[in-house]
């Protein structure tokens, strides 16, 4: 379902390269923003229709709604924010990542943002598919009431089967997803089309005074309002996440020719329906399609909550690797569920944590309805971490003055930060669950950060420096230890100190072979090394060598792959005869190590978690050997 960079950028020549392009964006990208319809003009008429809804009421909202979708998905993210990419990748990381490199002093604060974005994406990739899947569902109730009682356990189904198929990758049906969602757009447009002519008087929504007015009109409970107002551009964040897949032109072609004109013909038909027939309130999505085609509808919107549920699935698998790559998370296992497309892979433990969630949250909740109050907090916040950052972004990519920059972000700001707060409001009816998956993963990334960092620190003491200790060892003398033919590959994260492996098979073993490559492996802060950059090999004696290996946050770290390359670029060694040489550290706990127990403890299971270097790394497995040492942490 993802696609390649190179693969986006080279379909995108021709017109027709450019359609299939935005036709697969309107799967992927606008799955999630595509569902908001199923539920938001509800959400957002249930505070105010307690003692009945005035016909400016209902202008007013769908006024807030269509300014909602123009202001934040239209100006924020089409036109802006799809510029602010890093070598083409979009995304919280992807920008932390490029704001590192010229941070000046604003580093850790930018770090933070960064894992809080970051972790917000992870805390909504579990809401979205419970909440869009149980509101589809629920159309059933319309077609035969008699189901009501089996729209939980339906949704679970769907949900257990959308989460079995990962592993075996959705490139077979990913060809389907844009078409489908597609229809379900112009079918959502058709609906809505039918029942503006219910009450032409609707149009008028389009004068933003209606909104500006419902908000002075109701005060405070215009705010309450907000949070379910907000409901509609849920999935923007997906925009930018996904532009690497394919590309800004057809993202914004896809949204200005399809996705926006649907979405707004949808909820003016929805309002022009609540206008005519009031009790239509009840479920005003459903209620605009006739009986007959109430099945057909269902099913179509299941299919098209099914699709956006995967697009968030792979958007956190795709976060989470590039968590890891810049060293927020250990290592997981990848899996490779296509042999033509890189970006289509498979995390089995975020998988398997997804799913958890997923099904906890329905089972839960138990209706869209009681779902829908702990949305919003963690797309708002997203979102305004998102804002901050891309304030530093225009000031250091861009150029931008300070007067610039803030006359341009801050009043984007100040309205995310007013959603932010009209969700809050939420936040003891359900309000708290994305609050604390949030918290949970920040928690997470800045535990392994940090203890890295200390790990580093303490192992910086004790450590060797390289070229004194070759110079020593190259020293001919009757200590010296005795030359075995062949490769010997030593694995190290620091390059300028000797690699533990090595001294461990010196004290142990008493032999040298008779070429040693000392290699370390590097990310760079974009998403793709070029072949230029790819190597950096240094001789340091007759029998050393000091050899770095870049990547992209977004590539595999296959480093037989790269080593086979590097062959090819005129480092001679036989593989047949290369050991590969590993150290594998053991922590132990120790109360004065600079983070509390809590965290030691935390931080060791997170090492212990850990994929094996060997298998993350794809290094023959017959041809490693690994030596172990205790570190106190």
């Known amino acids: 379902m993802e696609h390649d960079k190179h693969h986006a950028s080279a379909a995108h020549k ?64 089409v036109l802006f924010l799809l510029r602010a990419d890093n070598d083409g990748e979009g995304g919280t990381l992807s920008l932390l990542a490029l704001l590192s490199k010229t941070a000046n002093g604003h580093g850790p604060i930018l770090m933070v943002l960064g894992l809080i974005g970051a972790a917000l994406f ?58 489908i969602t597609a229809l379900w757009f112009l079918v959502m447009a058709a609906g809505g089309v039918n029942h503006i002519f219910d009450d032409l008087g609707i149009l008028s929504a389009f004068n933003p005074w209606h909104a500006a007015s419902f908000m002075l009109r109701e005060g405070f409970l215009g705010i309450v309002v907000l949070g379910a107002v907000f409901l509609t551009v849920t999935g923007a964040e997906a925009l930018y996440a996904d532009l690497g897949h394919f590309g800004r032109k057809p993202i914004q072609w896809a949204w200005f020719v399809l996705v926006f004109p649907s979405l707004v013909l949808n909820y003016l038909g929805q309002g022009a329906l ?16 006739p009986q007959w085609a109430l099945l057909p509808v269902v099913i179509l919107a299941t299919f098209a909550t099914i699709i956006a549920s995967q697009a968030v699935i792979t958007g956190a698998f795709s976060l989470v690797r590039q968590a890891i790559h810049l060293g927020f998370l250990p290592r997981m296992q990848i899996l490779f569920t296509s042999e033509t497309h890189t970006g289509q892979i498979y995390l089995p433990s975020v998988n398997a944590l997804l799913l958890v969630g997923v099904l906890a949250l329905v089972l839960l909740f138990e209706s869209s309805e009681a779902l829908a109050t702990a949305y919003g907090i963690s797309v708002t916040g997203a979102m305004v971490v998102t804002t901050i950052m891309a304030f530093e972004f225009v000031r250091k990519r861009w150029n931008w003055s300070l007067t610039t920059a803030v006359a341009a972000l801050l009043p984007l700001l100040a309205l995310e930060m007013v959603f932010l707060g009209a969700n809050l409001l939420k936040i003891h009816d359900g309000g708290y669950i994305p609050v604390l998956f949030a918290g949970v993963f920040t928690v997470i990334m800045w535990t392994w950060r940090r203890g890295n960092g200390i790990l580093f620190a303490k192992t910086r003491h004790t450590d060797v420096p390289l070229a004194p200790f070759i110079a020593s060892i190259e020293r001919k003398s009757d200590h010296a230890p005795a030359s075995v033919p062949g490769t010997a590959i030593f694995l190290t994260s620091d390059a300028e100190t000797a690699p533990a492996a090595l001294l461990h098979n010196l004290k142990h073993n008493h032999v040298l072979h008779e070429r040693n490559i000392i290699l370390t492996i590097k990310t760079i802060g974009r998403p793709r090394a070029t072949a230029d950059e790819r190597f950096v090999i240094e001789p340091l004696s007759e029998r050393f060598s000091r050899v770095e290996i870049r990547f992209g946050f977004m590539e595999n770290q296959n480093v037989s792959k790269a080593l086979a390359n590097l062959r090819r670029c005129g480092l001679k060694f036989d593989i047949m005869s290369t050991s590969f040489y590993l150290g594998r550290r053991k922590l132990v706990p120790d109360a004065k190590s600079g983070m509390p127990y809590w965290q030691d403890r935390l931080y060791i299971s997170l090492a212990n978690a850990a994929a094996d270097p060997s298998d993350y790394f794809r290094l023959p497995a017959n041809r490693v050997v690994e030596l172990g040492s205790h570190v106190i942490i």
């Open 274 to 289: 609540v206008l005519h027939n009031p009790a239509a309130m009840e479920n005003p999505f459903y209620l605009m399609f």
């Open 122 to 179: 992870l805390g909504d990739s579990m809401i979205t598919p419970a909440l869009s899947v149980l509101s589809a569902v629920e159309g059933l109730k319309l077609v035969a009431p008699d189901l009501s009682d089996y729209i939980v356990p339906i949704s679970v189904a769907i949900l257990i089967g959308v989460f079995a198929v990962q592993s075996h990758g959705t490139a077979a049906v990913a060809r389907f997803f844009g078409p």
């Open 14 to 77: 021709g017109p027709r390269g450019m359609f299939f392009l935005a036709l697969g964006s309107v799967g992927v990208v606008y799955g999630d923003i595509g569902t908001s319809p199923l539920y938001a003009f509800r959400e957002a008429l249930k505070p105010i229709s307690e003692g009945g809804v005035t016909r400016m009421e209902i202008i007013g909202l769908i006024s807030l709604m269509i300014w909602a979708l123009t202001i934040i998905v239209t100006i924020k993210y």
